[in-house]
């Protein structure tokens, strides 16, 4: 089955940026879709953005639209989320997740992440100054 583990989560300054990667295992990743999703302390997970199978399409939170970019490089198994000109509020535990979602748009912007069924651990990103 497939196996997904995040890295690259830390500490940086508000402004400042990171580069999320997710490695996928057990099976070829670019049979799924690829989500990262997002939920910081006390509050319910988020929607951060979507990705197709193909890498045709591609979606955003609201959020951290013209922050973010999502990308896959599926000859190596490999996800990412770059983040730029990050915010306090973008403190959170970040997942990435893959599935079959009916719609990269609702995708990114539901913390429900329906269709997504396997699930990384998590990686902390705290923004702080």
């Known amino acids: 089955q497939l196996q997904l583990v995040e890295s690259g989560g830390g500490l940086v300054q508000p402004g400042g940026s990171l580069r999320l990667s997710c490695a996928a295992s057990?099976?070829?990743?670019?049979?799924?879709?690829i989500g990262w999703f997002r939920q910081a302390p006390g509050k319910e997970r988020e929607g951060v953005s979507c990705?197709?199978?193909?890498?045709?399409?591609?979606d955003y939170a609201d959020s951290v639209k013209g922050r973010f970019t999502i990308s896959r490089d599926n000859a190596k198994n490999m996800m990412y989320l770059q983040m730029n000109s990050l915010k306090p509020e973008d403190t959170a535990v970040y997942y990435c997740?893959?599935?079959?979602?009916?719609?990269?748009?609702?995708?990114?912007?539901?913390?429900?992440?329906?269709?997504?069924?396997?699930w990384g651990k998590g990686t902390l990103v705290t923004v702080s100054s």
């Open positions: 997740a893959a599935g079959h979602p009916l719609l990269i748009s609702v995708c990114a912007r539901s913390g429900a992440a329906y269709g997504m069924n396997y």
């Open positions: 057990g099976v070829s990743s670019d049979y799924y879709a």
């Open positions: 990705i197709s199978r193909s890498a045709g399409s591609a």
